[in-house]
């Protein structure tokens, strides 16, 4: 019976990847470049997860320049590049920061590239037209 149940359950995944017609993925060029603006911070603090949505009445943003530049008011101002998903930043008064990081052309999230003792949060940004 499990001869049978193994080779039904291929034959059934075989059969969905060929109906679907597996295709590469496209890879869609994004850039950081811009005006994003702070959203909300999720995470587990070791107890519990949580999500937590900033109000409107709170406008903190990060600009990001095509040359390299970083201004705004959430993190320090300097200079930044983007290495495979991490943002580097090099501050006005010389600090390296590193933060994860992932994007789309409306979604912006960063967390802090190191170990966190009680889990690291995960900030969101949505970008500005």
Known sequence: MN?????????????FCFSCG???AE???????????YFSNSGNNGVKS?????PNTINQYLIFYEKGELKGDYL????????????????TQNAIL???CTFNENTLYISPAMICDE??????????N
């Open 119 to 128: 889990g690291c949060p995960i900030e969101k940004f949505m970008k500005q």
């Open 50 to 54: 949580y999500i937590d949505t900033v």
């Open 3 to 15: 001869k049978i149940s193994f080779v039904t359950g291929a034959v059934t995944i075989a059969i």
């Open 27 to 37: 890879s869609k060029k994004f850039s950081i470049v811009g005006t994003w603006r």
């Open 22 to 24: 597996i295709k590469k």
């Open 98 to 100: 590193k933060y994860r």
């Open 76 to 91: 320090p101002n300097g200079f930044y590049r983007l290495k495979r998903d991490t943002l580097i930043i090099k501050t």
